[in-house]
Structure formats: C-alpha cells, structure tokens
C-alpha cells in the first residue's frame, strides 16, 4: 500500500547519501584547477562547516595567475603539496569552525576525496571520529594514521558499495 507521499518516501536518500549529495555542491565552488574538492563536518545530522579547495581569501587563483604551478612542474597527485597554493577542503572546513566558534566533538567528515596525511593529522585533532569518502587517494600514510586514530574510514559509492 503507498504510503501517503505516494510512494515518495521510499525514495528520500539515506543521511550519508544526503551529505554527499551537499558535499558535491560544496566542491563545484573549487578554484583548483587539477581536482575540485568539497568537505562538510557534521553532527548529529547537522551541518558544522563546509570547505572546498581553494586559494587563501583575498589571494589570486591558479587561473588568475596562468595555471596550476605544480601542473607546470609536473607534480603527481599527492606529492609536493607545499607547492600549492590552494587550502584543501577539509583544511577549510575546520578552518570556517574555528572562525565561527563551532565546536567540533564527535564528528563525521564528508569527503569528495579521501583526505591527505596532512588533512588526516588535522581531522585525527579536531576530534573527527569518521571519515565518508568517495574518491580514493593514494595516500597509505594517512589510512595508516586515521586506523591508529580510530577514526572510521568509509568510502562510500552512490551504488551503495563499501570499500
């Protein structure tokens, strides 16, 4: 028997697949020029901070400035991040926190990609207790340290799949 929404009900996505969904539109305001990259800290089903990949505020863009300097150098994914420019996205999402006085205790991270070593330090101490991915990275230093942490580390698919 439908239920009074006509049958709508049965179609809301779950909360992880609702956050992505966010998360994804929190990465389309990326000024990365190599990867777009959106992070959201919630708790309780509530929205703390949303980041995204992106030069510091009030700083020329990659675009601005004739394209991505590691792209020049011919940089792989995942290596020489001291040469970017841009903020990662879970690096502003802790940041937009702090700038706000939320509190972060207990909270899920909603990642477009999983987080680097360095974005996995911050996470581990800004008190994340799981982590939902899409996009893996090649980046075992960082498993290796949120598993340590006891951070949950899920990577998440619009197919429902695990890994």
Not at 62 to 78: F, K, N
Not at 95 to 117: E, F, N, R, S
Request: net charge neutral; proline share 4%; aromatic share 6%.
């Amino acid at each position: 028997m439908p239920d009074q929404t006509g049958g709508m009900l049965d179609q809301r996505p779950s909360w992880d697949e609702y956050f992505m969904q966010i998360c994804r539109v929190v990465a389309t305001r990326s000024t990365c020029l190599r990867r777009q990259v959106g992070a959201i800290l919630v708790s309780e089903r509530r929205i703390l901070a949303t980041g995204y990949n992106g030069a510091p505020k009030g700083l020329k863009h990659c675009a601005e400035l004739g394209g991505c300097y590691r792209e020049q150098l011919g940089v792989p994914s995942g290596e020489r991040q001291e040469l970017c420019r841009a903020l990662h996205a879970e690096q502003n999402a802790i940041i937009q926190a702090a700038v706000h006085g939320v509190k972060l205790d207990d909270v899920t991270a909603y990642c477009t990609t999983m987080p680097c070593v360095a974005c996995a330090k911050m996470l581990i101490n800004a008190n994340v207790k799981r982590i939902v991915y899409e996009a893996d990275y090649p980046d075992e230093l960082s498993r290796q340290m949120l598993t340590e942490a006891h951070v949950a580390l899920e990577r998440w698919s619009s197919t429902g799949d695990r890994g």
